[in-house]
């Protein structure tokens, strides 16, 4: 697997919001499962389009990936391939190394990758780039490119009559309250932000994947 190359920390998102991540880590698998905090949510076909959303993964072709903001592995375990695995915080880090044996699972920070340009042929992530501020987005995506020459974002979808945007009030189990940046994407409006040649790989009722090669 591609070598780690120890670089400046320049952080992504506050301390705040790493908080809130490192806090989340051992439910957070509840939100893929429907268990938890939520069981009682109405999620209509929810569960049939995780497993779709699954296939996606699982149906790419074998490569040299790294999935950034990895979370707990939930769907890193469907890559196949060589796969290295990444997330800032520690708590995610390693409930990601117990699920995935086969994997490298490295504690670092999205836009400061501690990996040589060129060093993967794929780069994923998983509900991470809604997250992020304008700017944000800039830094990760750039950082992307230079160590992949895919990217394939996984994110939330648009419905209609609901914002594209918004800030949220989380609840953990602790009963702990976090506020949280989040946006929701068409296929094609996600297209559109990460440019180059891009490929609509699901548009479904709650998720959507794109993956986008650079020039």
Do not use: N
Not at 111 to 121: K, Q, S, V
Not at 159 to 183: I, M, N, T
């Amino acid at each position: 697997m591609p070598e780690a190359h120890p670089q400046p920390r320049r952080g992504l998102v506050g301390p705040a919001m790493r908080a809130y991540y490192d806090r989340r880590a051992a439910e957070y698998d509840d939100w893929w499962q429907g268990a938890g905090l939520f069981a009682a949510r109405d999620r209509p076909g929810w569960a049939a389009e995780v497993a779709q959303l699954e296939a996606v993964l699982a149906g790419l072709p074998p490569a040299d990936t790294l999935d950034v903001a990895c979370g707990t592995g939930f769907l890193t375990r469907h890559l196949r391939g060589a796969v290295t695995a990444v997330d800032q915080s520690p708590e995610m880090v390693t409930i990601a190394a117990r699920r995935l044996p086969a994997a490298r699972v490295v504690q670092a920070d999205a836009t400061a990758l501690p990996f040589a340009a060129g060093a993967f042929d794929r780069v994923v992530t998983s509900h991470f780039y809604g997250h992020l501020l304008p700017a944000e987005r800039a830094r990760f995506l750039a950082e992307a490119r230079r160590v992949g020459g895919e990217l394939v974002v996984v994110d939330s979808a648009l419905r209609p009559g609901e914002p594209a945007e918004a800030w949220q009030e989380r609840v953990l189990g602790d009963g702990s309250r976090h506020r949280v940046y989040k946006r929701w994407f068409t296929a094609a409006g996600l297209a559109a932000e990460l440019g180059g040649a891009t490929t609509t790989l699901h548009a479904g009722h709650w998720f959507v994947v794109v993956a986008a090669r650079s020039g």
